[in-house]
């Protein structure tokens, strides 16, 4: 055993300085990974043709997402014994494209007394001379919530196979002089080095109602100090899980590194509210000197604020496509339906389509768009001339499989008389929704998308649009409505909306959606705003389902484009 230790030892000493070293793994418990039972039901209408799924149990946060030897390697949350969350190891999968996906074993697995009880979230972060690191929380001996290292085994394996864990594990912990509450200190960010060269991550904590995340500081990537005040914190948030902290360029669509700062980036504060289940995001400026983040004045720090995505979307996680300069967005898809009915179908959680990330012209908020990737898998071009829609009007789009489609959509809106007035009092958009769903008709809209919608229209997920007058401007609102989703009412079908920063008197609305089966990704206004649902239609399944385009407004709107194309399977193992 002590000769053991002293390997380890010396393998980190090594690896984070300049080595490559050979060294047998160790830790290997959970052997049994590959021989959990399949998924229980045969009959899959909701399993997915193009997005990230295992082909069983339970999966939720992607952790340490990166690129290495020219793949993009994707490591994600995974209980291997089920379709509920429990026994949680880092699986891993890598890919070429982002598209298709390979399966390996998985990376990191309870093995270290500081993580026997779990191996949840963390992050990857790239080292001088292109070794990753990650930083990950480990549930201890004790339940205790600790933050440990492992590293790749062999650096010239391009698919880093096989991971070793940091004998100094645990390398920040909860002690009772720093004050850290042992229930509520996780998800280590990607690593970033400051002016003095130190090492910096911030981790997701609360005291009592007050969100924070903590900040940390290392020379060598394996001691690290607590700073003295967080990097930043907010009042009555509740617990902030799964932080992300990253720069983006005034201007242009690049990605840059993490540890860029200066004059012409701003930064980005994500942050996944626990008591939600919602990704909120602030804009600012990160003093590097002082080690604290300043959102942007006006900036909204609780559920009311940005969020990445205003639907089913949670515990995402950015990192620098070094390959094509970008910063590329994952996030998890929980479901939506029952407990029993995930079991039944033996599997539950999803990814969403990865999305590229920059900061809009305004510098207000983000701007997200899928992959461009996954264009390579459309096929069955459909498209529609340019036509007024009248109100009351629905239009089936045909030729496609409604099933497991891309369509992209845009209408210019002439006339706005009869548009509502907006109450001033319907500052919820999500609420407004509900009350004013796809079947409440309106002035100008509502008028959008039907998707997985069965023939006669008795289930369907409508996304679409409608237009306010507001006091000194129009106002558009973006919903997603999953009310008729299914006839199946154990499923939550909750109502998502979002205001949409465009201006319809000068601007087109553009919506594109992605259908896989049970999920419906929108992106709103080229990317200022998105909703992810999922949706379970019992009679709209496979072959039976449709695709409409729908005017329940009283005005009339123009069809200025659409293009709609089936989506071929991705090769995902």
């Not at 049994?32 to 043709?49: E, F, H, K, M, W």
């Not at 014994?81 to 494209?97: L, P």
């Not at 109602?209 to 900040?215: A, E, K, N, P, T």
């Not at 006091?471 to 199946?488: F, G, T």
Request: glycine content about 8%; proline content about 6%.
């Amino acid at each position: 055993m002590a000769n053991s230790c002293v390997g380890l030892f010396l393998f980190f000493a090594l690896f984070l300085s300049h080595g490559i070293v050979e060294l047998e793994a160790s830790h290997h418990v959970y052997r049994n990974l590959q021989t959990v039972q399949s998924a229980a039901s045969t009959d899959q209408p909701y399993r997915t043709g193009f997005h990230f799924q295992p082909p069983k149990n339970w999966i939720n946060d992607p952790n340490g997402v990166m690129v290495y030897k020219g793949l993009y390697h994707l490591f994600y949350q995974y209980n291997p014994k089920g379709a509920v969350w429990g026994n949680i190891v880092w699986a891993h999968s890598t890919s070429k494209d982002l598209v298709n996906w390979t399966p390996h074993e998985p990376a990191i697995f309870p093995s270290q007394p500081s993580d026997i009880n779990g191996c949840w979230s963390g992050s990857a972060t790239i080292l001088p001379g292109g070794k990753p690191a990650m930083l990950y929380t480990g549930i201890d001996t004790k339940n205790s919530q600790v933050q440990n290292l492992a590293v790749p085994k062999n650096l010239s394996d391009p698919y880093l196979r096989e991971w070793v864990k940091s004998p100094k594990n645990p390398l920040m912990q909860p002690t009772a002089q720093n004050q850290i509450n042992a229930s509520s200190f996780r998800d280590p960010t990607t690593a970033w080095l400051g002016p003095d060269k130190k090492w910096r991550v911030i981790i997701g904590s609360k005291i009592n109602r007050q969100g924070l995340v903590i900040l940390y500081k290392s020379k060598d990537f394996v001691n690290w100090v607590q700073a003295p005040m967080p990097l930043h914190s907010a009042k009555d948030t509740g617990m902030w899980e799964c932080p992300d902290f990253y720069p983006v360029p005034v201007s242009g669509k690049n990605g840059v590194d993490t540890s860029l700062n200066g004059p012409y980036v701003k930064h980005v504060l994500k942050i996944s509210l626990d008591d939600t289940k919602h990704d909120l995001y602030t804009i600012g400026s990160y003093d590097n000197l002082k080690d604290i983040y300043i959102p942007d004045k006006g900036s909204v720090e609780n559920d009311s604020g940005l969020r990445y995505d205003y639907g089913k979307y949670y515990a995402s996680k950015t990192f620098l496509d070094s390959i094509k300069n970008r910063r590329i967005l994952c996030g998890w898809l929980n479901e939506s339906s029952s407990v029993a009915d995930d079991i039944k179908k033996g599997w539950a959680g999803v990814h969403a389509i990865p999305r590229q990330v920059w900061l809009d012209k305004s510098g207000k908020q983000l701007m997200q768009w899928p992959v461009v990737e996954i264009q390579k898998l459309r096929t069955n071009h459909v498209s529609l001339p340019s036509r007024l829609l009248k109100g009351g009007s629905v239009v089936e789009v045909s030729g496609v499989t409604a099933s497991q489609a891309d369509v992209d959509i845009s209408f210019k809106i002439s006339d706005f008389e009869k548009a509502e007035v907006l109450n001033p009092s319907w500052t919820n958009p999500q609420l407004l929704c509900s009350q004013k769903g796809a079947s409440v008709k309106g002035g100008v809209g509502p008028f959008g998308l039907l998707v997985l919608a069965s023939k006669g229209l008795t289930e369907n997920t409508a996304v679409f649009f409608r237009i306010f007058k507001g006091q000194n401007k129009y106002v558009v609102l973006m919903c997603s409505d999953q009310s008729r989703s299914s006839l199946n009412q154990a499923n939550d079908k909750t109502t998502y909306g979002a205001f949409l920063d465009v201006d319809p008197l000068h601007q087109s609305l553009s919506l594109r959606s992605l259908i896989d089966h049970s999920i419906v990704e929108s992106f709103g206004g080229g990317g200022k705003a998105c909703m992810s649902a999922r949706v379970y239609p019992t009679l709209a399944i496979n072959n039976t389902a449709h695709l409409f385009v729908f005017n329940n407004g009283s005005e009339a709107v123009k069809i200025a484009k659409l293009n709609a194309w089936s989506m071929k399977k991705a090769i995902i193992n």
